[in-house]
């Protein structure tokens, strides 16, 4: 036998061993080299990150076969791809939701416990990145899980922010923000590609010239350039070998250093372009009130479209496909109005630099691109300046100017002598000062539009897209927005999952509907315990948490109502605290009242510049001060708000709540997807008809949700009518003792003018109709508060919905995507057995010189 093959042989399978191995002993071994070779540490001087780092990388290590494998196997079979733009993706902590999709959580856990580490302590070393805002980010995070999951081809794209949304402190009961510095320490879980790298253009002015061909062509000369650098992710599947790619684009100058201004002793400006670039994708969504930060945004959103449309013609081209098939190959769903500029941007790549015809271009743009709304608040569509537009996108503009002309002769055809409908219809506002109307082009260059929840989707219809529902009917579809189960459910609660998986297997896990196999189980008296004994031991460890955070104790066996969410008035957190308010008052008017013992926790951050709901933040703090330390309330109300609401506080908090508020005024919240998070984790739903409530409430069974509230049309009539807020507090006595005690300075050491500007908007504008609701939610909690003293029966709702939210997985949401929207299908990928270590890169090369 040939002793050199041999060796080679056992290098081979002890190297596939340390990077692929799941074995315990391949995992300790990678483990302990990755923490000596990669950190450079030995044990005596590794901290607790150096280990968090070295598992990570053994991780990663695991997820590499995979995701070059799925890159080669996309490449040569030049699959349809679906590009997903976004400018948020609130991904959560890579660590442990790779480990579930691996399929070696339980391996890697004992693996490092064996080696005296705690498992659990490494887990939270992670920094989150906090790349997201809230439910629009971490839709994004859930569909690149799902797609991955299902096996669709697919790129998410976004922006690598060096300052991700704020880390939010309670300091004196108000938000204080400070710098979310999430790359300090590195980030193991992504690979620069600057040989990817592509220039973006902002400003300057275009030319007009007649090319070779005897066309006119339009050229852009840019006032200024800077370099787009991509980081790529890999996004794993569940238990398959499909690992996708989430690319985010870093702004660089392309000349970084001018070495000469530096030995003319200006050594700030030696770095000017450097500093001036790099800002471009320092903060996630920048203060925009002034002047600099609405160009800032405008600045990031051109920057990450254009950065990856440039990337798919670099795809397009290495894979051998012609310009023309640019449609075939991609389909491009903008996820919000921020990416829709990316219709204008396309049409000058296709027309300037690649040289086609209007008709062509634009027939090309409408085929790839779908736009997903995510509102109903006529104020949030993005607008821009035109002034500003046309400085810094001169181009796009004529392009815009061009589109919207067409556009209108096409609506002057249908509807005639239909001037408002002509002005509203413009993606170009007229009514004032002049501004681009961008959800107005995401409508028109898009072949399909769609809501994220049924009722969503009915409103986009009669409000404010009813005028291109009228004109393209065909193109209006709506996809409910759907939550991973691997993280919302595997990864935040392993003991429920733990309990599901004992009576019917897995399966579930990738096929949430087969929970509906657990019903018979709900009238199962020793399955009910063991579901509440679960529920109670993880209220346990989140009220441990509390008391080890903040000093405060609460009961376990309270009823925990929660209310985690963005803070916003149409949100409705100070009706939740108006209730509150009313407990208290009746606690001390009688000390002996009987009701069900309640924690209240509350979570969310604050945008920096919304003054009203930052005071909101406030009333909750200071509500929650006098009540957490009253004696006479004998500790029948706690109320909390824990500080810094992202992935990671989400994922204890869910799994321990008993009840979900879901009460934003009806017509206002698109879907939500906190509501499906809750449920799946077996939380009851006290809410309004309004986004998702409507079809979560249907699944799971009206018996089985606490409905309260206005419906969206009763809103609409009730403002037309004339709406009083002010009569409805002079009409009810509960709410005038609430208000009252609030605007005398009760909670708020004796200023009564604290909370003046919440109250006195309450009284003479109510926008969302608190006071109308009130004592309907009133009296809905009552009925919550009966149903929880009766614990067998509550566990039964609690279990039923659970079980019912098959639907609301993303694996459904992203399956009609593909069959409804994008035309896309599953691409399952097959491994290749890992025996040399460089895959066979020998013969590849010598095969290409020859």
Aim: hydrophobic share 40%; net charge negative; charged share 25%.
């Amino acid at each position: 036998m040939d002793n050199t093959a041999t060796t080679d042989a056992a290098v081979a399978i002890a190297l596939a061993g340390e990077r692929t191995g799941s074995s315990i002993d391949s995992i300790k071994r990678a483990f302990l080299n990755n923490l000596f070779f990669v950190q450079g540490k030995p044990v005596a001087l590794a901290t607790q990150h150096d280990y968090y780092m070295a598992l990570a990388y053994l991780v990663r290590d695991r997820m590499l076969h995979r995701w070059n494998t799925t890159v080669e196997r996309y490449t040569q079979q030049g699959a349809r791809t679906v590009c997903y733009l976004s400018a948020e993706f609130l991904m959560g902590p890579h660590l442990g939701n790779n480990l579930i999709n691996l399929g070696l959580y339980n391996e890697v856990k004992q693996a490092i416990e064996e080696l005296g580490l705690d498992f659990d302590e490494l887990l939270a070393q992670e920094e989150e990145p906090g790349l997201g805002n809230g439910g629009l980010g971490r839709l994004a995070a859930c569909y690149l899980d799902s797609m991955a999951s299902l096996e669709i081809p697919s790129l998410g794209y976004g922006i690598r922010y060096e300052f991700g949304i704020f880390h939010q402190d309670i300091k004196d009961g108000w938000q204080v923000e400070r710098t979310d510095k999430w790359l300090r320490n590195g980030n193991p879980w992504e690979v620069v590609r600057p040989e990817w790298a592509v220039e973006v253009k902002f400003g300057g002015h275009t030319e007009t010239y007649t090319d070779d061909q005897g066309r006119y062509r339009v050229r852009w000369v840019p006032e200024r350039e800077v370099l787009g650098v991509p980081y790529d992710t890999p996004i794993l599947g569940y238990q398959v070998n499909t690992a996708n790619t989430l690319r985010l684009w870093k702004a660089e100058a392309i000349e970084s250093f001018d070495f000469e201004v530096f030995n003319q002793g200006n050594y700030y400006g030696a770095v000017e372009k450097k500093v001036a670039s790099e800002n471009l994708t320092k903060v996630l969504y920048p203060n925009d009130e002034t002047q600099a930060g609405k160009q800032l945004r405008l600045e990031q959103q051109i920057f990450f479209v254009s950065c990856s449309l440039q990337d798919m013609f670099r795809i397009l081209k290495g894979q051998g496909l012609p310009i023309e098939k640019f449609h075939e190959k991609f389909s491009i769903q903008l996820n919000d109005t921020h990416p829709a500029i990316a219709s204008a941007e396309l049409m000058r790549l296709l027309l300037d630099e690649h040289g086609l015809d209007w008709t062509l271009a634009w027939e090309i743009t409408q085929k790839t691109f779908a736009y997903t709304n995510h509102t109903l608040l006529p104020e949030a569509l993005e607008k821009w300046p035109i002034s500003l537009f046309g400085k810094l996108l001169p181009r796009h503009l004529e392009i815009i100017y061009e589109i919207n002309r067409r556009f209108l002769e096409l609506v002057r055809m249908r509807f005639p002598k239909d001037a408002a409908r002509l002005a509203r219809m413009s993606l170009i506002d007229e009514s004032g000062e002049r501004y681009v109307r961008m959800a107005n082009l995401a409508c028109v260059s898009s072949h399909t539009i769609n809501g994220v929840a049924a009722l969503h989707s009915e409103l986009l219809k009669q409000t404010v897209l009813r005028d291109f529902y009228e004109l393209f009917p065909e193109k209006f579809c709506n996809v409910t927005n759907g939550v991973t189960p691997r993280r919302w459910v595997v990864l935040s609660n392993p003991r429920l999952s733990t309990l599901i998986t004992s009576r019917i297997g897995d399966r579930w896990i990738k096929h949430l509907d087969e929970l509906k196999q657990l019903e018979p189980l709900a009238d199962d008296s020793g399955f009910r315990q063991e579901w509440h004994d679960i529920k109670q031991a993880v209220k346990r460890d989140l009220a441990g948490r509390i008391h080890d955070q903040f000093g405060i104790l609460v009961d376990p066996a309270s009823l925990f109502d929660v209310q985690v969410k963005r803070i916003h008035e149409y949100k409705r957190q100070h009706l939740n605290v108006l209730h509150i308010v009313t407990l208290y008052s009746q606690l001390k008017q009688n000390p002996n009242l009987e009701i069900t013992p309640r924690t209240f926790i509350f979570a969310g951050k604050a945008a920096p510049g919304y003054a009203m709901a930052k005071l909101m933040i406030k009333l909750i703090t200071a509500v929650g001060d006098m009540v957490n330390k009253d004696p006479d309330l004998h500790n029948k109300l706690k109320v909390i708000f824990l500080p810094n609401y992202n992935v990671t506080n989400s994922q204890r908090i869910y799994p321990a709540s008993d009840l979900s508020e879901q009460i934003s005024t009806a017509g206002y919240e698109a879907s939500g997807t906190g509501n499906m998070k809750f449920a799946m984790n077996g939380a009851l739903t006290i809410g309004t008809l309004d986004g998702a409530n409507v079809e979560i409430r249907d699944a799971v069974g009206a018996e089985n949700f606490f409905l309260f509230g206005l419906t969206a049309d009763q809103v609409v009539d009730l403002k037309a009518q004339g709406y009083n807020p002010y009569s409805y507090y002079q009409a009810n006595p509960l709410l005038k003792d609430a208000i009252d005690l609030i605007a005398s300075g009760h909670f708020s050491q004796g200023d009564g003018g604290l909370f003046k500007p919440l109250l006195d908007k309450l009284l003479y504008q109510d926008p969302y109709l608190l006071l109308a609701d009130y004592q309907a939610y009133l009296d809905c909690q009552q009925s919550v508060g009966d149903a929880y003293s009766h614990t067998d029966s509550w566990t039964r709702m609690s279990i039923l919905n659970a079980i019912r939210m098959g639907m609301f997985s993303s694996d459904r949401s992203v399956r009609d995507y593909c069959d409804g929207i994008w035309k896309a299908s599953p691409l399952p990928i097959t491994l290749t057995e890992y025996t040399d270590g460089d895959f066979g890169l020998g013969n590849e090369l010598t095969c290409r010189i020859r």
